[in-house]
Structures are given as structure tokens and as C-alpha cells.
């Protein structure tokens, strides 16, 4: 496609319930990065993939987060048992290559937990 | 860890003047990239300008430059005649490494208003 998408645009989820989060990268970009955004702050680090491969996972918050890239092209993250404050936009980011500075970012997913 | 920080949560100049967006970063790394991404209202965030920390000239993309002090860990962007549609957030980021490919640690942003 043209640039990175994500799926859905929003999300409203009551507490406890699990959400997936979908992320459609750019064709043949290999890096992919998921980015959560605070209402008012700047986006945080959550999770790096390489083509199939986790790479790091040091920013997901808690066990409740997880993700996948299980053919190195689309991504899901997971969240399970949200809690308020999971409430966020959560950002899709891929890059050209594994040794390229630029990420391209999607809309976003905004996640609002009631 | 690398830590960013912008000290302006918002700014407003008139449309055709010229603004300057502050930046600092705290990094025990050599090398480095720096980045200055634009975020509009209810669109998507998109790069406006980088920097990497071996060079010493100023990068410059048509209206927008940076001041780029790496001793004093500061990063400024300087934006030139001033449009309406550069009203955005903006966020500065930084990533380590001299090969990039690694995450964005970005700061806080600042709202930027451009008034006609």
C-alpha cells in the first residue's frame, strides 16, 4: 500500500475485555515499531520487530501486552484485560530496512477504556 | 538511557514570521541521530528533519533548519515563514546508534499555533 495503515481507528473497550490492534506496514519493510501515545505526551517505545522476529520488548508495560509479526509483514498487538490506563493511542511505525533511520508512521489506533 | 525533553508545551507566531522550538538531550552515546517529526491534527506524524550527531553542519530543509550543539545537548528547529499549515504538535526525537534501525525516545512536543 501507500504508507502504513491501521486498524480499527478507534477503539472503546470496558475494562477487562481484550483488544487487538492491527498493523498493515508499508509493503517490504522489514523493521516494524509500536509506539503508545498518552493523551498529551510524546509517543513511548514499546516493541521492535524484525521481519518475524521480536527483537525487543522492553517497553511493553506489563504481561497483559503482547504482539506478533508471525509472517514478517502485518502486526497485532494484544492487549488483555485492559485497564483504564491502557487508554492511549497506540502508533504502527516501519522502516525500509533494518539499518535505516526513517520510520513511517500509521494514523494510530486511539484506545479508550471505560 | 536517553532522555529528551522540550521545554515549551506551546508556542504561537504569525503566519510569515519565524519561530524556534527548543530541544534538549541527555545520552552517554557517541553516536547518534536526531529528528524533529511533525504531528497535525488528527493525522499521522511525519518527519520534518534530521540530524546525525557525526556531522557538524546544521541540517536545512526548505523553511525548516536546526541548531544542532552537541556539546550542550541541544537541538533546536528553526521554522522560516511561518504557514498556516505547520500548525501541529512537534515532537523531538532521538535515536542511537551511527547504523539507525533502532527505536525513537522522543520528548513531550510542543503545540505549535501559526495565527494568520
Known amino acids: 500500500g501507500a504508507g502504513v495503515s491501521q486498524s480499527p481507528r478507534y477503539k472503546v473497550a470496558k475494562r477487562g475485555q481484550d483488544v487487538a490492534l492491527r498493523c498493515d506496514p508499508i509493503?517490504?519493510?522489514?523493521?516494524l515499531f509500536w509506539y503508545q501515545q498518552a493523551l498529551g505526551q510524546g509517543p513511548e517505545f514499546l516493541t521492535y520487530?524484525?521481519?518475524?522476529?521480536?527483537?525487543?520488548k522492553s517497553g511493553l508495560p506489563s504481561d497483559r501486552f503482547f504482539a506478533e509479526r508471525p509472517e514478517g509483514s502485518v502486526s497485532t498487538l494484544k492487549i488483555q484485560r485492559t485497564q483504564q490506563e491502557d487508554s492511549a493511542v497506540y502508533l504502527c511505525?516501519?522502516?525500509?530496512?533494518?539499518?535505516?533511520?526513517?520510520?513511517?508512521f500509521g494514523p494510530g489506533t486511539r484506545l479508550t477504556v471505560t | 538511557a536517553q532522555t529528551v525533553t522540550q521545554s515549551q508545551p506551546e508556542m504561537s507566531v504569525q503566519e510569515a514570521e519565524t519561530v524556534t522550538l527548543s530541544c534538549t538531550y541527555d545520552?552517554?552515546?557517541?553516536?547518534?541521530?536526531l529528528f524533529w517529526y511533525k504531528q497535525p491534527p488528527s493525522r499521522q506524524m511525519i518527519l520534518v528533519i534530521r540530524?546525525?550527531?557525526?556531522?557538524?553542519q546544521n541540517a536545512t530543509e526548505n523553511r525548516f533548519s536546526v541548531n544542532f550543539q552537541k556539546a550542550a545537548k541541544s537541538f533546536s528547529l528553526k521554522i522560516s515563514d511561518s504557514q498556516l499549515g505547520d500548525t501541529a504538535m512537534y515532537f523531538c526525537?532521538?535515536?542511537?546508534?551511527?547504523?539507525?534501525?533502532?527505536?525513537?525516545?522522543f520528548g513531550g512536543g510542543t503545540r505549535l499555533m501559526v495565527k494568520p
Open positions: 520487530f524484525q521481519n518475524e522476529a521480536q527483537l525487543d
Open positions: 545520552t552517554s552515546e557517541n553516536n547518534y541521530y
Open positions: 509493503s517490504g519493510h522489514v523493521s
Open positions: 526525537a532521538f535515536m542511537k546508534g551511527q547504523n539507525a534501525g533502532n527505536m525513537l525516545t
Open positions: 511505525a516501519t522502516a525500509r530496512a533494518a539499518q535505516t533511520y526513517e520510520q513511517y
Open positions: 540530524q546525525e550527531a557525526y556531522k557538524q
